[in-house]
C-alpha cells in the first residue's frame, strides 16, 4: 500500500496568513494526487486534482504543486470560509489518503 | 446539478445485514464510476472500493475484500454498499463518490450516510 503523510496535523492561522500545507507518499505517484476539503458533518469537496489542477469553482487562492513523493497545498490569503480540514489523496494505486491536516483560528 | 444523495442514519445489530444506497442525478450515470469511502470517528478516511456504472466491473481495497460487496442498478441511477454480517467495528460514516475512470480524482460527493452497529 501507498502510505500518504501530512505535515502538520494542526495548523493554526489568521485570516489572510499565506498557509502551505505538505503531504509525502510513501512510493512516486507521479501527479496523480488530489486534495480535498472538508467542514464538521459535510461531505469532502474535491479542491485540486492532478496535483495542480483547480477544480471547478473553487477560488484561485488555492494552489497545488509537486511531482513523486512531495506534494503541498497552499492557501494563499486565508480567508474565514477557508477553516476546515484538508485531506491530500494518491489514486496512482488504488486510493489513500492522508491523515488530513486541521486548520484553526 | 451533479448529485449523490444517500439515505439516513441506520442503527443495526451486530451480525445484520445491510445496503446503503447512493442515487445519481443530473448527469448521464453510466458515463462515470462510483467509489465508496469509510470515515471513522477521528476524521481518518478510507477508500473501500469502485464500481464502474454499467456494472461491469468492481474493484476494492484489501482491507475490504470479502466484507462487503458493492453493486449497482443503472435502470434506477443507483449504488450500493452491502453488508452480510455487521461489526461493531463498521460504525463509521459511509460516503459515495463519483469519479469519471477507474484511477481518478474523487469529483462529486454524496451528504454520508452514518452506519451505528450496536448490541
Known amino acids: 500500500d501507498i502510505q500518504m503523510t501530512q505535515s502538520p496535523s494542526t495548523l493554526s492561522a489568521s485570516v489572510g496568513d499565506r498557509v502551505t500545507i505538505t503531504c509525502r507518499a510513501s512510493q512516486s505517484v507521479s501527479t496523480w494526487l488530489a486534495w480535498y476539503q472538508q467542514k464538521p458533518g459535510k461531505a469532502p469537496k474535491l479542491l485540486i486534482y492532478?496535483?495542480?489542477t483547480l477544480a471547478s469553482g473553487v477560488p484561485s487562492r488555492f494552489s497545488g504543486s509537486g511531482s513523486g513523493t512531495e506534494f503541498t497545498l497552499t492557501i494563499s490569503s486565508l480567508q474565514p470560509d477557508d477553516f476546515a480540514t484538508y485531506f491530500c489523496?494518491?489514486?496512482?494505486?488504488?486510493?489513500?489518503f492522508g491523515q488530513g491536516t486541521k486548520v484553526e483560528i | 446539478e451533479v448529485q449523490l444523495v444517500q439515505s439516513g442514519a441506520e442503527v443495526k445489530k451486530p451480525g445484520e445485514s445491510l445496503e446503503i444506497p447512493c442515487k445519481g442525478s443530473?448527469?448521464?450515470?453510466?458515463?462515470?464510476?462510483i467509489s465508496w469511502v469509510r470515515q471513522m470517528p477521528g476524521d481518518v478516511l478510507e477508500w473501500m472500493g469502485t464500481i464502474d456504472s454499467s456494472g461491469s466491473y468492481t474493484d476494492y481495497s484489501p482491507s475490504f475484500q470479502g466484507h462487503v460487496t458493492i453493486s449497482v442498478d443503472k435502470s434506477i441511477s443507483t449504488a450500493y454498499l452491502q453488508w452480510s454480517g455487521l461489526k461493531a467495528s463498521d460504525t463509521a460514516m459511509y460516503y459515495c463518490a463519483r469519479h469519471p475512470s477507474r484511477s481518478s480524482h474523487l469529483d462529486y460527493w454524496g451528504q454520508g450516510t452514518l452506519v451505528t452497529v450496536s448490541s
Open positions: 443530473g448527469y448521464r450515470f453510466t458515463s462515470y464510476w
Open positions: 489523496q494518491q489514486y496512482s494505486s488504488y486510493r489513500t
Open positions: 492532478v496535483a495542480s
